[in-house]
């Protein structure tokens, strides 16, 4: 998964960046005019995040409600001019994945009695000093809290409130913070601006009048719940996006390039055939590379890196005539194929990586014990030619819609490869370099596709099984969702966390630029489709226990959110941190169970701290399951059958470290 930059450059881009000096703290707006900065948390604009008063009504959106940001406040490149607040308007709400950010100077969340994220069982306690309450329903939502453990300076360390299932698509939050305390165990006060909001009526000309009206309903219904108002910190709403605003772009290109291909198969170009002999390879006989051709709805011909979508006078995105994206693949066929038509399966690659990956020991392995024809292409936006702009995108924070826009394309680039696959009449299958010397085909017909991704393969892939109509199940390796919650976790994110030092170097600001950035990666990963990932598919979840690369919390609060069962016992018993290990992840009782559910792979490795930072502990396990036998048996089994059986004897599962 580990990539460093792949261009000479960028050491001398950081050495010379990085003397610049952090800019100076951002004061608050004090007329309040909704948009502009928030003046119940002056400590800097944004905040709190997110926050319906950054969003204006809209009665042609799903929620009602459309995002505002505008220029001035997005936060800017210490080198660049004001962000265009474009790609985040065309929202109805924010991330269901939302960190709540704010910050509380001299907080102490232990004197507080706040739940860590070994406790989120506390979350919901009657007297939790932090509510989070469905607006609709008054149900509370789990959650953990914690302080940025990557902020140098206590007056600029952002209070992370991270929900422990993703909030629902299109429903309004209310937040509340009561009671806190400092480490002396002294209650902090609401500043002057919040207790003059929550206070009494204000006239019309005062500066906060407007900023009480919005409040009032929210403050209304947590006095319904039974939070008195004379009790609050802090308190703010919010509207979650909707399932059309999350999902909306990638389900048009889906859905307009399908309807052109119609019952055809994708075109396509074999250009390398490479057969390999038994003393080369004892598992995979043939090699095959070649071209999809998909119909490209990026804004350059042939859809670049750096590109983005091309909108039509609607916002949607619509394809530049003829625009078409020359996607490359790989495919892996097993020697067992040319005694046994194999199964059809797509591979995601990891992370800022390539197609190249499917010829990995591992999934080479796989292929051969259980007679897979595994074929991959680039996840673009999030592929090894893409690092340059990703990390321009770092630079200039204008810049990042390209990221996932692109992956959006990425993704309709896997589904027809996938549909290639599966095609009878018109596909690879008909391709002489699917077929043995005597015309037999090495994949099985018509067979429904299934995929297999590690990594950042599993924290795209969960997306990609959302919207195929092709893919039966997936197994999702090694996988969370949520970028704004795994970057601070992983061991991969500090070359890239110091190209973000470079753009905004203040911890605080850093913090609200990866909740905007998740706003639009949710659109080309699987937190942004994770509420409905399971309505019509199924998946399998392997989790790397104290993963130094895909934070295991991160993943729990995937299960949480797709109901996929805990296969049971997940841990030897003491082994994890937790007040209760695995809160609110139903198990998935005697197996073999049907389902979507999620096994833990323990190879030893100490659990991972409870802060926002990365594991250093020990050997990273990250590789260890993939390379189990037993795993890729689990794993087999499942893509086939839909079946969890166990392999591991009833006991925890156990990984040899790789």
Not at 86 to 100: E, K, M, V, Y
Not at 264 to 270: E, F, M, Q, S
Not at 434 to 442: C, H, I, M, S, V
Request: aromatic share 6%; charged share 20%; net charge positive.
């Amino acid at each position: 998964m580990r990539r460093l930059l792949a261009f000479s450059a960028a050491p001398l881009l950081l050495a010379t960046l990085l003397t610049v000096p952090p800019p100076p703290a951002r004061a608050a707006a004090t007329p309040a005019a909704p948009g502009g900065c928030d003046p119940i948390a002056p400590a800097e604009c944004l905040l709190p995040f997110p926050n319906d008063w950054y969003t204006r009504a809209d009665r042609t959106s799903a929620t009602g409600r459309r995002v505002a940001f505008g220029r001035d406040v997005l936060p800017r490149a210490v080198l660049g001019g004001p962000v265009d607040p474009a790609p985040w308007n065309r929202a109805d709400g924010f991330s269901p994945g939302s960190t709540l950010i704010t910050q509380i100077p001299g907080v102490d969340l232990a004197a507080t009695g706040a739940a860590p994220v070994t406790d989120i069982g506390r979350s919901l306690r009657a007297d939790a000093p932090i509510v989070v309450l469905d607006a609709k329903t008054g149900e509370r939502w789990p959650y953990w809290a914690e302080l940025d453990a990557n902020a140098p300076q206590a007056g600029r360390k952002a209070l992370l409130i991270r929900p422990a299932r993703n909030f629902l698509d299109g429903h309004r939050y209310i937040v509340a913070l009561r009671g806190l305390k400092d480490s002396a165990g002294r209650t902090i006060p609401p500043s002057a601006s919040f207790a003059k909001v929550a206070g009494r009526d204000l006239p019309s000309r005062d500066p906060l009048y407007q900023r009480q009206r919005r409040l009032k309903p929210a403050l209304a219904r947590l006095a319904k719940a039974g939070v008195d108002r004379r009790s609050l910190t802090l308190a703010w709403d919010f509207t979650v996006a909707s399932t059309r605003s999350l999902t909306g772009d990638l389900h048009a290109i889906r859905d307009d390039a399908f309807r052109r291909l119609g019952t055809r198969a994708p075109g396509l170009l074999v250009t390398k055939v490479t057969d390999l002999a038994p003393d080369a390879d004892p598992r995979i006989a043939r090699e095959v590379e070649g071209v999809i051709a998909v119909p490209s709805y990026l804004d350059t011909p042939g859809g670049l890196p750096g590109s983005r979508f091309h909108r039509n006078a609607n916002g949607k995105p619509s394809r530049l005539p003829g625009n078409t994206q020359a996607a490359g693949f790989r495919c892996e066929i097993p020697r067992a194929a040319f005694i046994k038509p194999s199964s059809p399966a797509l591979y995601g690659h990891g992370l800022l990586g390539s197609r190249n990956e499917v010829g990995g020991g591992n999934v080479r392995a796989m292929a051969a014990e259980h007679n897979f024809t595994f074929c991959a292409t680039d996840w673009i936006g999030m592929a090894q030619e893409d690092i340059p702009n990703v990390v321009s995108a770092l630079l200039d924070p204008g810049r990042f819609a390209t990221i996932p826009e692109r992956m959006q394309q990425g993704m309709l680039n896997a589904l027809f490869l996938g549909r290639s696959l599966i095609h009878a009449k018109g596909g690879l299958v008909t391709n002489k370099a699917f077929r043995t010397p005597d015309g037999r085909p090495l994949i099985v017909p018509g067979q429904g596709l299934v995929f297999d991704g590690n990594s950042q393969g599993g924290i795209l892939g969960g997306a990609l099984v959302a919207v195929s109509g092709d893919i039966k199940r997936g197994v999702l390796g090694v996988t969370a969702m949520n970028y704004s919650l795994l970057l601070n976790r992983s061991s991969d994110f500090p070359t890239y966390g110091r190209i973000l030092d470079v753009s905004q170097p203040d911890k605080l600001r850093q913090q609200i630029l990866l909740g905007l950035f998740q706003m639009l990666w949710d659109r080309g990963e699987t937190n942004g489709y994770a509420n409905h990932l399971t309505d019509k598919h199924q998946v399998l979840m392997h989790i790397a226990y104290g993963d130094h690369q895909v934070a295991n919390v991160a993943a729990d609060v995937q299960a949480r959110t797709i109901g996929a069962r805990l296969v049971q016992p997940a841990l030897a018993p003491g082994r994890s941190p937790d007040r209760v290990p695995y809160w609110g992840i139903l198990p998935a009782g005697r197996l073999p169970y049907t389902g979507s559910a999620m096994v833990v792979w323990d190879s030893g490795t100490p659990s991972p701290p409870a802060t926002n930072t990365p594991p250093t502990q020990g050997e990273d396990p990250h590789s260890d399951p993939r390379n189990m036998p037993n795993a890729r048996q689990q794993k087999a089994v499942f893509l086939r059958t839909g079946q969890v059986i166990d392999v591991c004897q009833g006991a925890p599962c156990k990984a040899n470290p790789s």
